[in-house]
């Protein structure tokens, strides 16, 4: 894995926000999260080992995940 691989986690949070506003329901939006992180691993990042590309899926998707929530804590936290 590349350090420009990293960039899909980003572009996974940018997915999951447009699921968001099309009406997905928020308890839906971490597993989609995972499955988007899955699909790049597999397919962009390591398309000739499917171990590593399901390994790597899920951490970007878990990382996604979390820069959402922990991001959308912080905003609501300065809001109030």
Same mark, same amino acid.
């Given at each position: 894995m590349e350090i420009y691989d990293v960039v899909l986690i980003p572009l996974i949070i940018g997915m999951v926000e =447009?699921?968001?506003? *099309? @009406?997905?329901?928020?308890? =839906?939006?971490?597993?989609?999260? =995972?499955?988007? +992180?899955?699909v790049g691993g597999i397919? *962009?990042?390591?398309?000739?080992d499917l171990k590593a590309g399901i390994l790597v899926g899920l951490m970007m998707g878990l990382?996604? #995940? +979390? =820069? *959402?929530?922990?991001?959308?804590?912080?905003?609501?936290?300065? @809001? #109030?």
């Open positions: =447009l699921l968001k506003m *099309y @009406g997905m329901k928020k308890r =839906l939006l971490p597993p989609m999260a =995972l499955v988007f +992180g899955i397919f *962009y990042v390591y398309p000739e990382s996604a #995940s +979390g =820069l *959402y929530s922990g991001g959308k804590a912080v905003v609501e936290k300065n @809001g #109030s």
